[in-house]
C-alpha cells in the first residue's frame, strides 16, 4: 500500500514544549515538503528537502526545524520558539519527474 | 473537521449543474499548473494538472483551461454531485521546485 503517512493524526503541545510531527512516504519520492495550513489562506511553505541530508527554508520556517537522514522520511519539529504553532500541518513529497506534489493526511497542532 | 474554508470564496450548485472555478495566477513563467481537492479535515487529493505549452486538458468529468495571456486558470467539474464538495485549489510551478498555492473556494454542491 503506497503512499505518504503522517502521525499523529492530532497532536497537543504545551508551552515552551518541542513537539516533532512524522511524515514517511513510500513512492521512492526524492522530494518532500513540510506546510502549514491557516483558515481561510492558502498553503504556506515551511521547509523542504531535494534529497537526502539537504533541506531549504521556506517562507515560514522560523520556530521550525527538519532532519532529512533517510529518503522516506522527514520529520518536522514545532519549537517553543513558534508561538503561534496552533495548525493544519502537511506533508507532501515529489518525484523528480514532474512537478506533482501529493499529501500526506495531515496533522492537527493544539496548544493546550 | 477542520475549517480549512473558513472565509473562503464560496461557489453553491445544485447537483447536476456543472461548476466552474477560477484561479489567477501571479508569475508570467510558471511552466506548470495542478488543481487540488480537499475534503474537510483531509490533506489535498492531485485532481488534475496541465503545462503552460496546453491550453486545455480533460480528465473524467473535469477539464482544466489555461489563459496565459491573462494569466487565468479555470477548472470545470461536468454533473456535479454531492461528493464534489469540498475546497478547489490551484498551485503554480514557478521554479526551484516549490509551487505557489492560491487560496482556494468552496464548493457547495445541494442534492
Known amino acids: 500500500d503506497g503512499g505518504i503517512t503522517q502521525s499523529p493524526k492530532y497532536l497537543f503541545r504545551k508551552e515552551g514544549q518541542n513537539v516533532t510531527l512524522s511524515c514517511e512516504q513510500n513512492?521512492?519520492?526524492?522530494?518532500m515538503y513540510w506546510y502549514r495550513q491557516d483558515p481561510g489562506q492558502g498553503l504556506r511553505l515551511i521547509y523542504y528537502?531535494?534529497?537526502?541530508?539537504?533541506?531549504q527554508k521556506g517562507d515560514i520556517a522560523e520556530g521550525y526545524s527538519v532532519s532529512r537522514e533517510k529518503k522516506e522520511s522527514f520529520p518536522l519539529t514545532v519549537t517553543s520558539a513558534q508561538k503561534n504553532p496552533t495548525a493544519f500541518y502537511l506533508c507532501?513529497?515529489?518525484?523528480?519527474?514532474?512537478?506533482?506534489?501529493?499529501f500526506g493526511p495531515g496533522t492537527r497542532l493544539l496548544v493546550l | 473537521g477542520e475549517s480549512v474554508g473558513l472565509h473562503l470564496p464560496t461557489l453553491s450548485v445544485q447537483e447536476g449543474d456543472n461548476s466552474i472555478i477560477n484561479c489567477a495566477y501571479s508569475?508570467?513563467?510558471?511552466?506548470?499548473f495542478i488543481w487540488y481537492k480537499q475534503e474537510s479535515g483531509k490533506g489535498p487529493q492531485f485532481i488534475i494538472d496541465?503545462?503552460?505549452?496546453?491550453d486545455k486538458r480533460q480528465g473524467q468529468r473535469v477539464t482544466v483551461l489555461l489563459n496565459k495571456t491573462v494569466k487565468h486558470l479555470s477548472l470545470q467539474i461536468a454533473a456535479t454531485q454531492p461528493g464534489d464538495s469540498a475546497v478547489y485549489f490551484c498551485?503554480?510551478?514557478?521554479?526551484?521546485?516549490?509551487?505557489?498555492f492560491g487560496k482556494g473556494t468552496m464548493l457547495l454542491v445541494s442534492p
Open positions: 528537502s531535494q534529497i537526502v541530508n539537504d533541506f
Open positions: 513512492l521512492n519520492h526524492d522530494a
Open positions: 507532501a513529497s515529489r518525484t523528480g519527474q514532474s512537478g506533482t506534489q501529493y
Open positions: 496541465i503545462r503552460s505549452n496546453m
Open positions: 498551485a503554480e510551478n514557478s521554479g526551484y521546485s516549490t509551487l505557489t
Open positions: 508569475n508570467s513563467a510558471s511552466d506548470y
